[in-house]
């Protein structure tokens, strides 16, 4: 298998732009995560969705953030409008969720966001 | 509600030496699992381990091995005879299986830097 596929590995954008990060977790997977990797706060879990539907998504910062999985294999973080404050490695994971719901987290190889 | 505590935020030592990285949680569940992951210098994150909260036998792959004890909340990690290779930054991680699924909580890390 190939594995979390993110894009782009590598953004730099402007203050007020749009950013749409993509994820295709491993084929089989039910459960597809975001996290958000910073010096300050470490990784934080944003959203995680299982079998497509988002199940908890009190990590999202605010209200510029949005996340959808439209697919079982496709998922989007958007921000809109983008701050300098978001930028960070976002990473995408995902999980058979073996036992439970808590089986090992693949993680994607992350998309590193800077704002300006 | 969970935590993880890396207490050591950077640990150096010389090729060949032990090392150990602390962990310690806090959870209120009875059924838990508990993760280390290692991201070196590329940026991904590796699974290296995963045990639940009824398996308190430590675990030894090669050089790495594992001391969980639920009496002092603690999942530890050691590295014998460290190599340059295992330079990285390496997080625990704690998941409530009754409360939140698949979702993990991560520490704040420990840098190692092996020196040859």
């Known amino acids: 298998d190939a594995g979390v596929i993110q894009s782009p590995r590598h953004e730099v954008t402007e203050m007020g732009q749009e950013v749409t990060l993509r994820c295709k977790p491993i084929?089989?997977?039910?459960?597809l995560f975001w996290y958000r990797q910073t010096m300050m706060r470490g990784l934080e879990l944003l959203i995680y969705f299982n079998n497509n539907v988002p199940i908890d998504d009190s990590g999202m910062p605010e209200d510029r953030f949005s996340a959808k999985m439209p697919n079982a294999s496709f998922s989007t973080l958007k921000i809109q409008p983008s701050e300098p404050r978001d930028s960070a490695v976002y990473f995408c994971a995902s999980s058979d969720g073996l036992a439970g719901g808590t089986g090992e987290l693949f993680f994607g190889e992350g998309s590193r966001l800077t704002v300006l | 509600a969970q935590k993880v505590t890396q207490a050591q935020t950077e640990i150096s030592v010389v090729e060949k030496e032990d090392v150990t990285l602390d962990c310690v949680y806090e959870t209120r569940d009875t059924t838990y699992y508990l993760f280390w992951y290692k991201q070196p210098p590329s940026g991904e994150l590796v699974f290296l381990i995963r045990r639940n909260s009824f398996d308190e036998q430590n675990e030894i792959s090669g050089r790495y091995s594992w001391n969980f004890q639920k009496s002092t909340s603690s999942f530890n990690f050691t590295i014998t005879a460290s190599q340059v290779v295992d330079s990285a930054v390496y997080f625990c991680?704690?998941?409530?299986?009754?409360?939140?699924?698949?979702?993990?909580?991560f520490g704040e890390g420990t840098q190692l830097t092996v020196n040859p």
């Open positions: 084929s089989g997977h039910d459960y």
């Open positions: 991680a704690l998941s409530e299986e009754e409360t939140s699924g698949s979702r993990l909580t």
